[in-house]
């Protein structure tokens, strides 16, 4: 069973940034396409980007390409999700999500999911 722990939300400003670090249990981490997703109050859950087992392929929202960037350190069994030039609507809960298989957008693909982080962006 592997657990996903996200950190590094928070208040911030518009225009500001933030990292999101997502930490994973399991020994064979380098093994699993990872993924966020964000989910804001009333709205579905939503993609945000993905990165494959290897970190060679990677993709992005076409709501934050250019903004967001994904990637791994899996010597740390660690994903991270820097954002850049946050807007108030990027604030959310953003949760961390991991499969043994390629990437994908879809939320149902997931098998494992982290307990989400709360970003909150004001005006």
């Known amino acids: 069973q592997v657990q996903l722990v996200e950190s590094g939300g928070g208040l911030v400003q518009a225009g500001g940034s933030l990292r999101l670090s997502c930490a994973a249990s399991?020994?064979?981490?380098?093994?699993?396409?990872m993924g966020w997703f964000c989910q804001a109050p009333g709205k579905e859950r939503e993609f945000v980007a993905t990165i494959s087992w290897s970190g060679h392929v990677t993709y992005i929202a076409d709501s934050v390409k250019g903004r967001f960037t994904i990637s791994r350190d899996n010597a740390k069994n660690t994903v991270y999700l820097r954002m850049n030039s946050l807007k108030p609507e990027d604030t959310a809960v953003y949760y961390c999500?991991?499969?043994?298989?390629?990437?994908?957008?879809?939320?149902?693909?997931?098998?494992?999911w982290g307990q989400g982080t709360q970003v909150t962006v004001s005006s």
């Open positions: 399991e020994l064979t981490f380098s093994t699993y396409a």
């Open positions: 999500a991991a499969r043994p298989a390629s990437t994908s957008y879809y939320p149902n693909d997931y098998d494992y």
